[in-house]
């Protein structure tokens, strides 16, 4: 089938992280499109908004379809000039901010940048703290520390330990860390001695033995540690480890960094530390 060609815009005064988190989600949904995709971030004066629709409207000449443009923009007379172009515009304050204001009963600040500013100024420590916490704990390091973690991830290599230990801290505020499991454990259907006083704490990832051959094979071609007969045996393995002593567990195969940290924290109990949210690490006395 041949896919529609379209071209997309987000824009925004600040980063645009919003604008394109919020319109990448909605676009999601549709299928057989093919999109281009251009960021407009610090959108702030007339003459970025000039140049703006120029190629807004040069895209629609290519296409033979109007851009779409998503705007977390605050600014009336640049918002106004943009929808000047041939394009749809999708503007995320205005669908919300007047419902909001009439319920609140007052008008909004417009002020650019609070979301994802640093007025959180505990927030923002707390997320640095975090994210420092898994450089200094990835892959095994300083496992005398580990009792500091609110969570810590294991698996054997390349299951994804490290990018999701990453994004807990980064979007949660989260003191992830981690540990491999090798073959040099796996003759002993044990647990390494590093984690038997931290076994409240883990919680194991793995996929299927044929994802885990792929990965791989692109770090190390064709040698015995990508081989498909490893990777099944380490996977087997793994899941025998965490069954007998009753880690949870997720299979990763087909699930996203984003799904695979919102599990974690649902099935620990763990809560965001960002943005005012309680404490998250677990008490002794909760279950695990």
């Known amino acids: 089938m041949i896919k529609q060609k379209r071209t997309v815009f987000y824009l925004s005064d600040r980063t645009g992280i919003t604008a394109e988190t919020l319109g990448h989600s ?5 299928d057989g499109i093919e999109w281009e995709k251009i960021n407009a971030p610090f959108l ?25 443009v998503f705007s977390t923009l605050l600014k009336p007379d ?4 943009i929808r000047q172009a041939n394009c749809r515009v999708y503007d995320f304050f ?24 640093v007025q959180h100024h505990l927030s923002y420590f707390k997320r640095i703290a975090a994210v420092n916490y898994v450089l200094a704990h990835d892959d095994g390091v300083n496992p005398k520390n580990f009792m500091e973690a609110d969570i ?20 949660y505020g989260i003191a992830a860390a981690n540990y491999p499991l090798t073959q040099e454990d796996m003759p002993a259907l044990q647990l390494p001695q590093v984690l038997e006083s931290v076994t409240s704490k883990l919680f194991g990832l793995t996929l299927s033995a044929a994802q885990l051959h792929f990965i791989r094979q692109e770090r190390r071609p064709n040698s015995q ?8 045996q380490e996977i087997q393995w793994q899941e025998s480890l965490f069954q007998l002593f009753n880690i949870p567990y997720l299979d990763t195969t087909h699930t996203s ?4 940290s919102a599990i974690i924290l649902d099935r620990s109990g763990l809560k965001r530390q960002l943005y005012g949210y309680e404490k998250a ?5 909760e279950p695990h």
């Open 94 to 117: 205005e669908t919300f901010i007047s419902s909001i204001e009439q319920e609140l009963q007052q008008p909004f600040a417009r002020i650019a940048g609070r979301s994802h500013g």
């Open 44 to 68: 702030d004066d007339m003459t970025k908004a000039h140049a703006l629709v120029e190629r807004i409207n040069r895209a629609a000449e290519r296409d033979g379809h109007r851009p779409l």
């Open 26 to 30: 909605l676009l999601t949904q549709f």
């Open 152 to 171: 810590i991830l294991i698996g054997v290599s390349r299951a994804g330990k490290t990018p999701t230990c990453l994004y807990l801290a980064l979007q």
């Open 257 to 260: 960094i984003e799904e695979i």
């Open 281 to 285: 690490r677990r008490s002794s006395t």
């Open 78 to 81: 640049i918002l106004e000039l």
């Open 225 to 232: 540690y990508a081989s498909l007969a490893q990777c099944q």
